[in-house]
C-alpha cells in the first residue's frame, strides 16, 4: 500500500509541471499565429499599395497615350476643317480608353470676353443685374493693367478695405481658380460658373453652336426667347450660328463667331470591367515645330463604376 501511495505521490509533480509547460508552449503558438497574422497583414497591405502604385503608373501612361492620340486624330485635318467636337473609343492590352473633346471656344474667356458677356453670363448663374454688373467689373479689373500708378493703388487699397491680404492681379487671369480670389465673388457663384469659363480660348466670343446654354446667354443681346427658339433649333440638327449672330445684331457678331485653337479633352482609362482613371487636359495642336503643346491637365484619379454613375446622374 505505501508503495502504491508513494507511486502516486511521485506522479503528481510531474503531471503539473507537464501542465505547465503545455500551457507555455499553447501560449507560444497563440503568439506565432498572432505575429503570423500581423504580418501576413502588411504582406497584404504592402501587395496592395504595389498594385494600386502599378495602376496609377499605368493609368498615367494610358491618359499620356490619350493625350498624343487626340492630338493626332485633330492633326490630322487643317485648322479650318478640325471638328469643333468628337470621341472616340479603343481598347488596348485588356484596358479601356475613352476620350471626348470639345472646342475651347465653348466656354468664355476670363481674359479676352467683354464686360456685358461677363455680366450676362453671372446672370446666367442666377446672380441679380446689380450685382452682375458689380461682378463682371471686378473681373476686369483684375485682368487689366491700369492706365496710371493712382488707379492701380485704388484698386489695390479696395481688396486692403475689405480686409483681404491679397490684391488684384492686375494682369491676365493666369487660372480660372483665380475667379475665387476676385473681390466680392462669393463662393457658390464662383464654384456654379467655373464650368463655363477658361483662360485657353482666346478668343473674345464663344462657338454658339457646341456651347452649353448657359455660356451662349451670355452673349450681349440674347434675351430668353431668342435663346430657347436657339436651343431647339441646335437640338433639332440645325447649328443656326450664322443666323443667331444676324438675330443678335452687329454688336453681338464676333461674340457669336468665337473660334479657338484650343481642345479640352475628357478622359476615361482602366481595365475593362474594373477601376477608371479619370483625367481633364486642354491642348493645342502643334505648329510645326512641335506636335502639340499640352496647356493643362488634372488627374482626378480612381473612380469605382458606381461613384461615375453617380457623377453622370443630374
Known amino acids: 500500500m505505501r508503495n502504491n501511495i508513494g507511486n502516486n505521490s511521485a506522479a503528481a509533480p510531474r503531471s503539473a509541471e507537464d501542465g505547465f509547460i503545455l500551457i507555455a508552449a499553447l501560449w507560444m503558438l497563440a503568439a506565432l499565429a498572432m505575429l503570423v497574422v500581423v504580418v501576413s497583414q502588411q504582406l497584404g497591405s504592402s501587395a496592395r499599395l ?5 495602376q496609377a503608373i499605368e493609368a498615367d501612361a494610358l491618359i499620356s497615350a490619350a493625350i498624343e492620340l487626340s492630338a493626332y486624330r485633330l492633326m490630322l485635318s487643317k485648322d479650318e476643317d478640325r ?3 468628337g470621341a472616340f473609343r479603343l481598347t488596348f492590352a485588356g484596358n479601356d480608353i475613352a476620350v471626348s473633346f470639345l472646342n475651347e471656344a465653348a ?22 443685374p446689380d450685382a452682375a454688373r458689380d461682378f463682371a467689373e471686378r473681373v476686369v479689373a483684375w485682368r487689366t493693367k491700369p492706365s496710371d500708378a493712382a488707379k492701380a493703388q485704388a484698386e489695390e487699397a479696395r481688396y486692403s478695405a475689405a480686409g483681404l491680404k491679397h490684391g488684384p492681379r492686375l494682369a491676365p487671369f493666369a487660372h480660372v481658380g483665380e475667379l475665387a480670389l476676385v473681390l ?3 463662393a ?8 463655363w469659363v477658361t483662360v485657353f480660348s482666346g478668343s473674345p466670343g464663344i462657338d454658339p453652336a457646341i456651347a452649353p446654354a448657359e455660356v451662349v446667354a451670355a452673349l450681349p443681346g440674347i434675351t430668353p426667347l431668342i435663346l430657347k427658339d436657339y436651343l431647339n433649333a441646335r437640338a433639332s440638327g440645325a447649328s443656326g450660328a450664322d443666323a443667331l449672330a444676324k438675330t443678335l445684331g452687329s454688336d453681338a457678331k464676333d461674340a457669336a463667331s468665337g473660334k479657338s485653337k484650343a481642345y479640352r479633352l475628357s478622359i476615361t482609362v482602366g481595365p475593362v470591367g474594373g477601376l477608371r482613371h479619370t483625367a481633364t487636359a486642354v491642348i493645342i495642336p502643334g505648329d510645326g515645330e512641335e506636335p502639340y503643346r499640352l496647356l493643362a491637365r488634372h488627374d482626378e484619379g480612381p473612380q469605382p463604376r458606381d461613384a461615375r454613375q453617380a457623377r453622370r446622374t443630374p
Open 50 to 54: 504595389l498594385r494600386l502604385e502599378d
Open 83 to 85: 471638328p469643333r467636337q
Open 107 to 128: 466656354r468664355v474667356d476670363l481674359n479676352a470676353a467683354s464686360k456685358d458677356m461677363l455680366e450676362n453670363l453671372f446672370g446666367a448663374a442666377g446672380v441679380k
Open 184 to 186: 466680392g465673388l462669393p
Open 188 to 195: 457658390p457663384v464662383t464654384d456654379r460658373v467655373l464650368p
